[in-house]
């Protein structure tokens, strides 16, 4: 056998896997795009695979072949829009400009707004109802997390890069300006006299909150 003739099979293997791999993923986005609107509609309790599967327009068998149950589907969009938030920070650090770092920060975290509305508002609602099935997320690793995050806010004062403000609150501060665009979309929307918020809407958003935040740590003149 030559060596070409041994390499073809070794290469459709790989093209099948990847092409397997692309059809996983695309009918695991449909599924998790029809959950999302179920969950934020029903919330965890009133939402049923059935109903899942109907705005998927997928078999019930189709969603258990992906996810086991329920439970297994609502956490993978919640790690989801965790590990978007989350994946914000991650460069954070003391040697960054903090009107640069604060500006991008202010602008994904609204972004993420705009495009995931219904994860952030899912998110939401289970914290509202006391996170029972986030324990494994507020645990002492969130919390050594948290404070590594807002230490370097606390580096930037000590260095006179901006003013001593409390920087766990800060950080309070950007998350629910930012994520009030999703959580409350309908009622910024009725505000505007809008049926829906539009991208100009997000823009004077972000360049409002990055105008405030900046003046109020002190980044800006």
Known sequence: MSVESGVRPVQRQSENKKRVGKIRKKNEQIIIAAAEIEFASCGYEGATIDNIARRAGVARTNIN??????LKLYAAILSGILELWDYALDDL???????IALSEYIRLKVEFSRSNPLASRI?????????????????GSYEAWFNEKVAVFAAWAELGKMDPVNPSHLMFLIWSSTQHYADFETQVSSALG???LEDQDYAMATKTLTHIVLKGTGCIS
């Open 93 to 99: 650090n003391p040697t960054d400009e903090p009107a």
């Open 123 to 139: 998110f939401a609602r289970e914290v509202l109802s006391g996170a029972p099935r986030l324990n494994q997320y507020f645990d």
């Open 194 to 196: 809008k049926t829906e």
């Open 65 to 70: 072949y992906y996810f086991d149950n329920k």
